[in-house]
């Protein structure tokens, strides 16, 4: 596929989700190409947590062509996940004003609990909407919801935090990639989706002390409300994706919470 628009690079699609990343080639030259990724990526590039932006323009199907430097690096694996240079990087971004200042400039968009029931029904299954108790949970979780959600300070989100999205280049930078789901929420709703993925209840708080999260009564109830919501999301990914076991253990972990 060629991209005439941008001095003749040839594009050739990588993986992901989205059907929109490109690795663009010219003579000796490669770059990282995404079409239609956020105008946040500037932000995120000056601050060093993604490779450097290069250039975006505007092709002539209106679409925003963004090309970052291509890095050589290894993506980490599930162990990495309690590394400290991954917490670190994490809170580095949720405790940023600066990224939170530009997030709200660009798009504005504040996902609160609400919203994030919202984004699970939307595309959901037929089956999973049927399913009696998971929207039994869904009830419970909209019951809960009190001021206690509404009065904690919200962050930059990733919203996808996967050992996928990390990036360790040559030169050991770290570097977290793939920002399409990003908002502007509690940062516990950011945390237990990766916790979720990674390591048993009784792990947790060896993380969240590594992370130094404050632990109230506030603490353990958003916890848990954030952790059950994203095992919701699991459960949509891995049906539509069918990826039976996962979704077993997940479903299994779910249970778990719920029920304590």
């Known amino acids: 596929m060629a991209f005439k628009e941008k001095e003749d690079w040839q594009l050739h699609p990588i993986g992901g989700n989205t059907g929109q990343a490109y690795m663009g080639v010219k003579s000796n030259e490669k770059v990282f190409l995404k079409r239609n990724t956020s105008p946040f990526i500037a932000a995120l590039s000056a601050s060093g947590i993604t490779p450097k932006l290069r250039w975006t323009q505007r092709t002539y199907s209106g679409d925003i062509l963004t090309a970052q430097d ?7 694996t599930k162990e990495n996940m309690a590394d400290t240079e ?12 600066y990224l939170l200042n530009m997030l709200r400039f660009v798009e504005g968009n504040v996902c609160r609990p609400l919203d994030l029931i919202d984004l699970y029904f939307n595309d959901l299954a037929p089956s999973l909407q049927n399913h009696q ?11 809960s919801i009190d001021d206690d959600f509404y009065s904690v300070d919200y962050v930059v989100c990733h919203g996808d935090l996967n ?9 050991e930078q770290l570097y977290l990639v793939d920002w399409d789901n990003v908002r502007v929420a509690d940062p516990l709703s950011d945390i237990t989706l990766l916790l979720v993925q990674y ?3 009784s792990e947790w708080m060896d993380w969240f002390e590594a992370y130094d999260f404050t632990v109230t009564d506030s603490f353990y109830k958003r916890v848990r409300w954030y952790s059950i919501i994203n095992c919701l999301f699991l459960i949509k990914q891995y049906f539509n994706e069918n990826r039976h076991h996962k979704l077993n253990e997940i479903v299994l972990l779910l249970k778990s919470i719920y029920e304590q």
């Not at 108790?133 to 909209?142: A, G, S, Y």
């Not at 050992?163 to 030169?171: C, E, G, I, R, T």
């Open 70 to 76: 291509w890095t050589e690096g290894d993506l980490l």
């Open 199 to 201: 390591f048993q209840p």
């Open 163 to 171: 050992h996928n999205n990390f990036l360790v280049a040559a030169d």
């Open 86 to 97: 991954v917490i670190k990087l994490i809170k580095d971004i949720h405790d940023s004003t």
């Open 133 to 143: 108790f998971f929207n039994q949970v869904i009830h419970d979780l909209e019951d």
